[in-house]
Structure formats: C-alpha cells, structure tokens
C-alpha cells in the first residue's frame, strides 16, 4: 500500500520561506498525480490553496506556489506570516479512482 | 459566492445508517464533480467518496467501500452520502467538496457523524 508522506513538523521565521514537500514511500511524484495542497487551522474547514500541481486557487496570494521538485511535490511559502501557522495536506490522485492525503504537516511561525 | 453546507449528522450507534446531504449554491452544481473527505478527531484528512458531474463514475475509498454509497440531485444542486453498518472508527467531521482537476477547490463547513453506543 504506497502511502503519502509529508513532514510533520515544520518551523519558519517570521518573514521567512518554507518548503513543504509531498512524496510517496515508493516511486516518485509527478504532476500526474495531479498533486493539490490545503491549509487547516484548528477547528475549521480546510482551505484550498494549490490544485493541479502549481495552480493558485481563487483569492489565494502568490506568497503560495507549488512545484515539483526533484521527485516530490512542494508547496512553498515566501514571506511567511503569523496566521500561516496552521496544518498543511497535500493529496495526490494515485488513478483508478483513488485519492490519498498525506499525513500533514504542522507548521509553526517563530 | 460559491457556499457548501453539510447537514445530517449526529449520533448512531455501531452498525447504524445515517444520511448525509450537502446542500449547493453559487455554482453551476451539474458540472462540476463533487466529493466527500472526513477527518476523525484529531487526524488528518481522508478522502471518502467522488461522483462525477453526470452521475456515470463514482468511486470510493476502500475503507467505506459496499458500505456508503453517494449520490446527487442536480436539480436540486444536492449532493448525498448513505452511510450503513456504520463502525467507531467512522466517526469524523465529513466535509463536501467541488471537485477540480482531480483535487478540490471548494469546501463545506462540515457535519460530524459519531458512532457510538
């Protein structure tokens, strides 16, 4: 069973730039996989902010991107803020009708 | 303003049926694919179920599998999930979401569902 995995803890200063990365635990991510990220603060609703590998979702700001880097999916951050500090999912669509979430990654800003 | 909101929650006991519906709006509802995600408390996202616009494919996860079944109304921009023999490791916040380009782009506020007894 190929499981998605994320790092799941993460640190940035604030001002800062953070990449988060997506990868499998066999074989390598490619935006075939149509790779998509989201944000999630305690308590609320996840919030889309890349599909479709690097595609900003609507009133998302640019200080967001995602990539494919080497052989995994990343989602970046540049001038991380305060209310960046949340829970970020990437999910990859693996084919045949089947999604799969990474664990997540909790990102503190200090 | 594209809006999704979850209503049926509550709690069954092991082995219990309940009924999801997540109301649309804002949106041209019958073209685009929707899917159901939940999260169990204090984990992370599983995604559940997809439909496409049309109705013709729907998958699930193997976890719900011959046990859920989603469907949807697009006359009246609904979107539903028949849960059956519901089991404990069930219970989560279950959220709707439009579906684009093989991820989600939109999101309900969610509907809790705990099986218990």
């Known amino acids: 069973q190929t499981v998605v995995t994320q790092e799941p803890s993460f640190s940035v200063s604030p001002g800062g730039t953070v990449t988060l990365t997506c990868g499998l635990s066999?074989?390598?991510?490619?935006?075939?996989?149509?790779p998509s990220w989201y944000q999630q603060t305690p308590g609320q609703a996840p919030r889309t902010l890349i599909y479709n590998t690097n595609t900003r979702s609507s009133g998302v700001p640019d200080r967001f991107s995602g990539s494919i880097l080497g052989n995994k999916a990343a989602l970046t951050i540049t001038g991380a803020q305060a209310d960046d500090e949340s829970d970020y999912y990437c999910l990859l669509y693996m084919g045949g009708g089947f999604w799969v979430f990474g664990g997540g990654t909790k990102l503190t800003v200090l | 303003e594209v809006q999704l909101v979850e209503s049926g929650g509550g709690l069954v006991q092991p082995g219990g049926s309940l009924s999801l519906s997540c109301a649309a709006s804002?949106?041209?509802?019958?073209?685009?694919?929707m899917n159901w995600v939940r999260q169990a408390p204090g984990k992370g996202l599983e995604w559940v179920s997809y439909?496409?616009?049309?109705?013709?494919?729907?998958y699930y996860a193997d976890s719900v599998k011959g046990r859920f079944t989603i469907s949807r109304d697009n006359a009246k921009n609904s979107l539903y999930l028949q849960m059956n023999s519901l089991r404990d490791e069930d219970t989560a916040v279950y959220y709707c979401?439009?579906?684009?380009?093989?991820?989600?782009?939109?999101w309900g506020q969610g509907t809790l569902v705990t099986v218990s007894s």
């Open positions: 804002g949106f041209s509802f019958n073209t685009f694919s």
């Open positions: 979401a439009r579906g684009k380009i093989y991820g989600v782009d939109y």
């Open positions: 439909i496409s616009s049309s109705t013709t494919t729907i």
């Open positions: 066999s074989g390598s991510v490619s935006s075939s996989y149509y």
